[in-house]
């Protein structure tokens, strides 16, 4: 594992990176800037410890990506609020700023949402009350509820709590300034247990099916193959399945289905069935998921939960449809290969997506104004997927009219004819994972007009 310590270029001291946690802002900026001038932008918010302008191994030019490391997590919390957007120096292109991950961290959780950062996990005395906690954290602003978890049997405090804010900003100062005997770290997400729990599942099942070998075999380890094998055993011999068959109250939606089933991570694809000539719900759907483990997971904790109140929930393995594909296929099949992004269960990046549209001809690309074209600004970690899925994933938001990856990078950037088509893409595809691919994407500012059509590619 790599060192996340660097060597400040000014002061000859080492820096470690992920110390503070959430200290360090990541930056997309124009090429031309220069470490001075990010210094001069940023310093307003806190003491810099280092700056590191990301420069090409060959050519040693910027690459128009830097990072700013702070020495407090609140610094780089009120960078991000403040200059995310801004036009930086002369160059008229704003900048994008946002948190960068730790480099070391054992656990990959995404804080790139504002939202992951707002909430505070807190050790609190056993006879504290909401009110004396609320007292304590409500001074430095932005308050907006606590809570102290308590046992369901008794309703004595378990001594422990949370405390949400509206901005991460004022999160993260309530964390450094509040007093020490709170403990106060970051509230892990929710969907991270969740995950968490799916990966502790899926070792469980396949030290199962190595155990069942082994007595099988007479005590020896099943190699890599065979441990495919079992697996698609246990798949396909009408038990254990990545897909579930799922009886619901008639007035569940899509949409409330969708979001309760992709509280367990991998979830590809949920159909509930209607009535096609009235278009009302069959009371039944599918619902697949990436792995076993996560189908079985579903099963064990959905199977027979309330919902709405009243109404148990049934959920049983299906038999997997002829010709099922464990993992994306062709750009039509991207639908049923959205997987869920693990920061927020309740904005389910997995929706019922229109079709994929045409893209405008070239002829017809010329007799639009360009005027009239939105752009939006996406960046693919780690790598960008080829341009057909790129094509797949944002035309099913509108009449896109190109689409492309700036060479050599992980970004690009998706061209609409209207406002409305752009706005919709942001909403559903940021911080959606595509075939292993994170996105990150916001809307983009108009080209300046001699450079309209002047682009790199991939």
Wanted: aromatic share 10%.
């Amino acid at each position: 594992m790599a060192s996340p310590e660097r060597v400040n270029s000014n002061s000859g001291d080492r820096v470690n990176v992920d110390l503070p946690p959430f200290s360090r802002a990541f930056v997309v900026c124009s090429k031309n800037n220069t470490e001075e001038e990010i210094r001069a932008c940023f310093a307003p918010y806190g003491f810099i410890e280092d700056i590191w302008m990301v420069k090409d191994r060959m050519t040693k030019e910027n690459k128009g990506i830097c990072y700013v490391k702070y020495d407090k997590a609140s610094s780089a919390a009120l960078a991000i609020e403040n200059l995310d957007g801004k036009v930086l120096g002369t160059d008229q292109k704003p900048i994008k700023v946002m948190i960068a991950s730790a480099k070391n961290a054992v656990v990959k959780t995404d804080y790139s949402e504002e939202s992951t950062r707002t909430r505070l996990f807190v050790v609190v005395p056993k006879d504290y009350t909401e009110d004396d906690l609320r007292a304590k954290f409500e001074p430095h602003g932005d308050f907006e509820y606590c809570n102290i978890v308590r046992d369901r049997s008794t309703g004595e405090n378990k001594g422990f709590g949370y405390v949400k804010f509206s901005k991460a900003s004022t999160a993260a100062v309530a964390m450094e300034n509040c007093d020490k005997s709170f403990k106060a770290i970051l509230a892990e997400p929710k969907s991270a247990k969740f995950a968490r729990e799916a990966a502790y599942q899926a070792a469980r099942e396949r030290r199962s099916l190595q155990d069942n070998y082994a007595m099988m075999s007479g005590g020896s380890s099943p190699t890599h193959s065979t441990m495919d094998l079992l697996q698609s055993y246990a798949a396909s011999d009408g038990g254990v399945s990545t897909r579930l068959f799922v009886t619901v109250a008639p007035s569940v939606t899509q949409e409330q289905l969708i979001r309760l089933f992709d509280l367990v991570p991998g979830m590809d694809y949920c159909d509930l069935k209607h009535n096609h000539i009235t278009g009302d719900s069959r009371g039944f759907a599918f619902v697949t998921y990436s792995s076993i483990a996560s189908a079985m997971y579903a099963k064990e904790k959905l199977n027979g939960f309330e919902y709405p109140p009243g109404y148990k929930i049934l959920v049983k393995y299906a038999e997997d449809p002829p010709g099922t594909k464990y993992g994306p296929g062709s750009p039509t099949e991207l639908a049923a290969h959205f997987h869920s992004a693990p920061h927020s269960p309740v904005r389910s990046p997995v929706r019922s997506l229109s079709p994929v549209r045409p893209m405008v001809t070239r002829q017809r690309r010329h007799s639009i104004s360009s005027e009239l074209d939105t752009r939006v600004f996406f960046i693919c970690h780690p790598n960008p997927p080829a341009e057909h899925v790129l094509r797949d994933i944002f035309g099913r938001f509108g009449i896109l009219t190109d689409v492309w990856v700036v060479r050599g990078k992980n970004y690009g950037y998706a061209k609409f004819t209207n406002r409305a088509s752009a706005e919709a893409a942001i909403t559903a595809l940021h911080g959606m994972e595509v075939f292993g691919v994170k996105l990150r994407v916001m809307l983009a500012d108009p080209p300046p007009q001699d450079q309209s059509r002047k682009r790199q590619r991939t």
